[in-house]
C-alpha cells in the first residue's frame, strides 16, 4: 500500500515524458500535411531544421537544467521546464512564418531537454532501491505513449485532411504541460536534495514519510541518505572541475556512453523516417503511415516487460539481449532488401517480392520491440542512478545533453545516408550494436537492488585504482551479488573517512 504513493509521484512526473515522446511523434505527420508545407513552403534544408531546431535547444536545455535542478530543486525545476513548453508550444501554435516556427522548436526543445533531464533525476531520488528501475521506465513508458498518441493523431488529421490540423496537433500539447505545472505544487520535493542542498533533515524526513505513505522505514533510509552526503561532503569536491576529476572518470564515460549508444542502436531512423522506408513496400502513402501508427503501438506495448524484468534481471542482461536482437534483426533487414529490391534510377529503393517487403516490415517491428524493452529504459535509467549527489544534476545534465546530439545526428544524417547508401544505412548501425554489446559486457556493472549510496561508493572504491586490477575484479564480483558490498570493501557506515580518497 505504502507504495502507491511514490507509483503516483513518478506517473505524475512522467508527463514530462509523454510531452518528450509527442514532440518526438509530431513532426513525421506535420512534414506530411499539405496545408503546413504550403504555408512556410521548406526546402530540404529548412526542413531539416524544422525537425532539428528542436533537438539542438533540447541540448542547450539538459546543459543548462543542471542549475535549476540543483537552485530552485527538482520539483521547481519540472514546474520552470512545463513553463517554458506552454510558451514554445504556444510560438509553434501560433506561427505565421518560419522564424516564429524555428523559435517556438527551440523553446520547446530547450523545456523538453530540461525535463527529460530532470524527471528521471527525481523519479530516481525519490524511489526505494529494489523499484527504482520500474519507477524510470515509468518515463519511457510515457515517452512511448506521447508518440503513439502523436502518430495517432497525426494518422486521423492527414485521412480526414483537416485545414489548420498541424496547429491543433501543435496546440494539444499545451494541455497535458499545463496539468504538470499545476500538479507539479502538489509534488513533494527530493529528500536528497532537501538533505544536500538546504540542509534540512525535517523537512527531507517529511518528504520522504508523503512519498513513503508511511513514518517507520523512514530512518533507515535518511540516515543512509545523510551518511552518503557527510562522506561528499568531507571529500569536499563538488564544482564542474571535479566532475571531469579522476573518481568520475569511469560513472561519466558509462552515462554517456550509453547515451550516445542509445542514439547509435538507430532508434530515431525508425521512428522519424520509417515511413519512407515502409514506402519501399507499399507505395501508398495511408498504408505507410498506417503501419507507421502501428509501430507506435508496438513501441509502446513493447516497453511493459522492462516494468517487471528491469528489477529482476537487471541492467546488463536486458542491454545485452536488447542490443543483440536489434542486430539481427537489422542483418535480416539488410539481407531482405539486399536479395528482393531493386535501386531505380532516381534511388527510389522498391521491393520486387512484396511477402519479402512486409517481412522486412515485421523484422523493423521486432527492432523497435527488442529496443522498448532494453535501451529505450535503460538508457535513462542507468546514468539516473551512478552520480554521487554531488555530481548527480551536472552529470546527468551532461549525459543527457550527449543523447540528444546523437539524437541530433542520427536525424540529420539518416535521410542523406538513406539516399546515397540505401537500406546499407542499417549496416553502420548493426556495427554500432555489436560494439554496445562488447561494452556492456565488459564495463557496465549490475545496478539492480543497490542503493544510490551504495553504487556511489562502489564507484569512488573502483578509482582508487584505474586499471582491470584483481581487487576491481573482486569488487565488481562483489557488487553483483545482492548486498555483498558492504561485507567485501568499505561502506560509509564501515569506513573511516581517510580510507575514502577520490585522489585526482
Ligand atoms: C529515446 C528517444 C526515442 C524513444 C523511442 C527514448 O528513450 O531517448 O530518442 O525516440 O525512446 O521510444
Known amino acids: 500500500m505504502g507504495r502507491i504513493h511514490v507509483y503516483l509521484v513518478s506517473c505524475f512526473s512522467a508527463i514530462g515524458g509523454f510531452l518528450f515522446g509527442y514532440d518526438i511523434g509530431i513532426m513525421s505527420?506535420?512534414?506530411?500535411?499539405?496545408?503546413?508545407?504550403?504555408?512556410?513552403?521548406?526546402?530540404e534544408w529548412q526542413k531539416g531544421f524544422?525537425?532539428?531546431?528542436?533537438?539542438?535547444?533540447?541540448?542547450?536545455?539538459?546543459l543548462l537544467a543542471s542549475f535549476a535542478a540543483d537552485f530552485l530543486g527538482r520539483r521547481m525545476a519540472i514546474g520552470l521546464g512545463s513553463l517554458i513548453f506552454i510558451g514554445g508550444a504556444i510560438f509553434q501554435t501560433a506561427a505565421f512564418n518560419l522564424a516564429v516556427l524555428y523559435t517556438g522548436r527551440i523553446i520547446?526543445?530547450?523545456?523538453?531537454?530540461?525535463?527529460?533531464?530532470?524527471?528521471?533525476?527525481?523519479q530516481s531520488e525519490l524511489a526505494p532501491k529494489d523499484i527504482r528501475g520500474r519507477l524510470i521506465t515509468l518515463q519511457q513508458l510515457a515517452i512511448t505513449f506521447g508518440i503513439l498518441v502523436s502518430f495517432w493523431i497525426g494518422y486521423g488529421i492527414i485521412e480526414d485532411g483537416m485545414f489548420n490540423g498541424w496547429r491543433l496537433m501543435m496546440g494539444l500539447q499545451i494541455v497535458p504541460a499545463f496539468c504538470l505545472l499545476t500538479g507539479v505544487m502538489f509534488l513533494p520535493e527530493s529528500p536528497r536534495w532537501l538533505l544536500e542542498r538546504k540542509n534540512d533533515p525535517v523537512k527531507a524526513r517529511n518528504s520522504l514519510i508523503r512519498v513513503r505513505g508511511e513514518e517507520k522505514s523512514v530512518e533507515e533510509e535518511l540516515q543512509e541518505m545523510q551518511m552518503g552526503i557527510d562522506l561528499e561532503h568531507s571529500l569536499g569536491k563538488g564544482g564542474w572541475k571535479h566532475l571531469f576529476g579522476r573518481a568520475m572518470i569511469y560513472p561519466l564515460s558509462i552515462g554517456i556512453l550509453i547515451q550516445i549508444f542509445q542514439q547509435l542502436t538507430g532508434i530515431n531512423a525508425i521512428m522519424y523516417y520509417a515511413p519512407s522506408i515502409f514506402q519501399s513496400v507499399t507505395s501508398s502513402k495511408g498504408i505507410s503511415n498506417l503501419a507507421q501508427g502501428i509501430n507506435g503501438i508496438i513501441n509502446f506495448l513493447s516497453t511493459f516487460p522492462a516494468i517487471y524484468f528491469v528489477d529482476r534481471m537487471g541492467r546488463r542482461k536486458l542491454l545485452i539481449s536488447g542490443a543483440l536482437g536489434m542486430a539481427i534483426c537489422f542483418a535480416t533487414v539488410v539481407g531482405l532488401f539486399g536479395v528482393y529490391s531493386t535501386v531505380g534510377a532516381s534511388g527510389e529503393v522498391n521491393f520486387t517480392n512484396i511477402t519479402a517487403g512486409w517481412c522486412a516490415i515485421v523484422f523493423i517491428y521486432l527492432f523497435v520491440v527488442n529496443f522498448a524493452y532494453s535501451w529505450g529504459p535503460i538508457g535513462w535509467i542507468l546514468p539516473a542512478e551512478i552520480y554521487p549527489l554531488q555530481h548527480r544534476a551536472r552529470a546527468v545534465s551532461i549525459t543527457t545533453a550527449t543523447n540528444w546530439l546523437g539524437n541530433l545526428l542520427v536525424a540529420q544524417f539518416t535521410p542523406p545516408l538513406l539516399k546515397t547508401i540505401h537500406y546499407y544505412v542499417f549496416l553502420i548501425f548493426m556495427g554500432c550494436l555489436l560494439l554496445m554489446t562488447a561494452y556492456v559486457w565488459f564495463w557496465v556493472p549490475e545496478t539492480k537492488g543497490k542503493s544510490l549510496e551504495e553504487i556511489e561508493t562502489y564507484f569512488i572504491e573502483r578509482s582508487k585504482t584505474s586499471k582491470r586490477t584483481k581487487r576491481n575484479k573482486k569488487l565488481e564480483e562483489a557488487f553483483t551479488e545482492p548486498s555483498n558490498l558492504g561485507d567485501q570493501v568499505a561502506l560509509p557506515r564501515t569506513s573511516t573517512l581517510s580510507d575514502v580518497q577520490l585522489g585526482d
Open 50 to 62: 524544422i525537425v532539428s531546431s528542436f533537438q539542438l535547444g533540447a541540448c542547450l536545455g539538459a
Open 29 to 43: 505527420s506535420v512534414l506530411e500535411m499539405v496545408d503546413f508545407m504550403t504555408l512556410f513552403q521548406p526546402d
Open 108 to 122: 520547446s526543445g530547450v523545456s523538453i531537454g530540461v525535463l527529460s533531464m530532470i524527471v528521471p533525476l527525481y
